[in-house]
T-cell receptor, first 115, second 110 residues
Framework: NAGVTQTPKFRVLKTGQSMTLLCAQD?????MYWYRQDPGMGLRLIHY???????AKGEVPDGYNVSRLKKQNFLLGLESAAPSQTSVYFC??????????????FGAGSRLTVL | DAKTTQPTSMDCAEGRAANLPCNHS???????VYWYRQIHSQGPQYIIH???NNETNEMASLIITEDRKSSTLILPHATLRDTAVYYC???????????FGTGTRLKVLA
C-alpha cells in the first residue's frame, strides 16, 4: 500500500517554463489537497478537490492550475513558473465519513526550484 | 474554522515530558482538535485528535480544557527523534478546507 505518491521529487525550472506535479493515492480517498511550504514557514493550501472532476481554490491559488480527471490522481500545474514559486509542494488526501475521516495522509513532497 | 495560536518554539530535555500548548478560543461545538508533526522536510504526520474528552494513543496524549478553548499535546518521554514542528488544527469533518498554521518548533535536547 503506497499511500500518497508524488512525482517528481525534485525539479529545476527556468522562469517562464511550465510543468506539472502529479499526486497519486491508492486509498480511494475522496478529498485531495495541494500545499506549498516555503523555507521556515508553515503549509499553505493552494487548491483542493472534493471529488473526481471538481476543484476549488485554497489560500494561495494564483499562478497554479489543477485537475482531477481520475479519483486517484490530482495534478498541479504551473503554466509560467516564477522564482516566487520556488518551494516544497506537498500533496495530501483524506476520506469522507467515519472515524478518522478528517485525517490527512501526506506525500513525501516535491522540491521545486525556479531560476 | 477556528484559528489556533501556538508558541513559535520550545525546548525539552530528552526523556522528559514535552507539553505543547494550543489556544483555540473561538472553537465551535462540532470542531475537533487535530495534531500533526513534521520532521525535517518530510510530509506532516498525523498524531492524535479529540473533541472534548482527553485522548491517548501510542504516540501522545491530548488534553482538552473543559471550556475547549485550549489544548495540550503531551509527548510523555521525548526522544531526539521527536524534534519536529508540531501543528495544532481545529476543523470539522464536514469542512473541505484544511488550513495549517505555522506550528511549534520543538527541539529535544540530549
Amino acid at each position: 500500500n503506497a499511500g500518497v505518491t508524488q512525482t517528481p521529487k525534485f525539479r529545476v525550472l527556468k522562469t517562464g517554463q511550465s510543468m506539472t506535479l502529479l499526486c497519486a493515492q491508492d486509498m480511494n480517498h475522496e478529498y485531495m489537497y495541494w500545499y506549498r511550504q516555503d523555507p521556515g514557514m508553515g503549509l499553505r493550501l493552494i487548491h483542493y478537490s472534493v471529488g473526481e472532476g471538481t476543484t476549488a481554490k485554497g489560500e494561495v491559488p494564483d499562478g497554479y492550475n489543477v485537475s482531477r480527471l481520475k479519483k486517484q490522481n490530482f495534478l498541479l500545474g504551473l503554466e509560467s513558473a516564477a522564482p516566487s514559486q520556488t518551494s516544497v509542494y506537498f500533496c495530501a488526501s483524506r476520506r469522507t465519513g467515519g472515524t478518522g475521516a478528517n485525517v490527512l495522509t501526506f506525500g513525501a513532497g516535491s522540491r521545486l526550484t525556479v531560476l | 474554522d477556528a484559528k489556533t495560536t501556538q508558541p513559535t518554539s520550545m525546548d525539552c530535555a530528552e526523556g522528559r515530558a514535552a507539553n505543547l500548548p494550543c489556544n483555540h478560543s473561538t472553537i465551535s461545538g462540532n470542531e475537533y482538535v487535530y495534531w500533526y508533526r513534521q520532521i525535517h522536510s518530510q510530509g506532516p504526520q498525523y498524531i492524535i485528535h479529540g473533541l472534548k474528552n482527553n485522548e491517548t494513543n501510542e504516540m501522545a496524549s491530548l488534553i482538552i480544557t473543559e471550556d475547549r478553548k485550549s489544548s495540550t499535546l503531551i509527548l510523555p518521554h521525548a526522544t531526539l527523534r521527536d524534534t519536529a514542528v508540531y501543528y495544532c488544527i481545529v476543523t470539522t469533518s464536514g469542512t473541505y478546507k484544511y488550513i495549517f498554521g505555522t506550528g511549534t518548533r520543538l527541539k529535544v535536547l540530549a
